[in-house]
């Protein structure tokens, strides 16, 4: 079965880190681009940010809001995404869901991050 | 303020048609390919519509996506209860080189 599980999650403070996993399994994870969406209470979807595959040279891109503060990383050989956040920011709690590919075609249940004093 | 604009809601009885539209400019719908998701209260999206019109294994024919330069529709025909939901479009755009959301329907079955 084709499945994303996200880990990590948590209460962090204002300015404090935290960092996400996303478990893949089901298919070739070193073939596909992935993404991180996120998504604060009530709102709607906000995509923070991608790793390319190693065709693509693993190159990332990052929302303005996130960029410079976050950073993504993976491991094929452990089919695993990350997200590390750094200098959390009130208004970035929310669910945070990793996605495969440029279509976004499987997601991950999500873990949430509050961040807050 | 999101990058592609969507109706915030949207409502229908079972067995209509209902369409949500979504605007956007030349660097994102104008030259990129829209994606549509669905999702249900409490639950991750899942993907309904990719490259403009393409439906995923599973998907029922009752929706559609069409795309016409900068904007693009989510048709849905022989509504259904179980329909209720919150409807997502998304698109890279070419000059924030990020993908884009708009900023979500909300449809109702009355």
């Known amino acids: 079965e084709v499945q994303l599980v996200e880990s990590g999650g948590g209460l962090v403070q204002p300015g404090g880190s935290l960092r996400l996993s996303c478990a893949a399994s089901g298919f070739t994870f070193s073939d596909h681009y992935m993404d991180w969406v996120r998504q604060a209470p009530g709102k709607g979807l906000e995509w923070v940010g991608r790793s390319r595959n190693k065709a693509n040279s693993y190159t990332t891109e990052y929302a303005a809001s996130v960029k410079g503060r976050f950073t993504i990383s993976r491991d094929d050989s452990k089919n695993s995404l990350y997200l590390q956040m750094n200098s959390l920011k009130s208004e970035d709690t929310a669910v945070y869901h990793c996605?495969?590919?440029?279509?976004?075609?499987?997601w991950g249940q999500g873990t949430m991050v509050t961040v807050s004093s | 303020q999101s990058v592609l604009t969507q109706p915030p809601s949207a409502s229908g009885t079972p067995g209509q048609r209902v369409t949500i539209s979504c605007s956007g400019s030349s660097s994102n719908i104008g030259s990129n390919y829209v994606y549509w998701y669905q999702q249900l209260p409490g639950t991750a999206p899942k993907l309904l519509i990719y490259?403009?019109?393409q439906r995923p294994s599973g998907v029922p024919d009752r929706f559609s996506g069409s795309k016409s330069g900068t904007s693009a529709s989510l048709a849905i025909s022989g509504l259904r209860s179980e329909d209720e939901a919150d409807y997502y479009c998304a698109a890279w755009d070419d000059s924030l080189s990020g993908r884009v959301f708009g900023g979500g329907t909300k449809l109702t079955v009355l």
């Open positions: 490259r403009n019109d």
């Open positions: 996605a495969r590919g440029s279509g976004a075609d499987i």
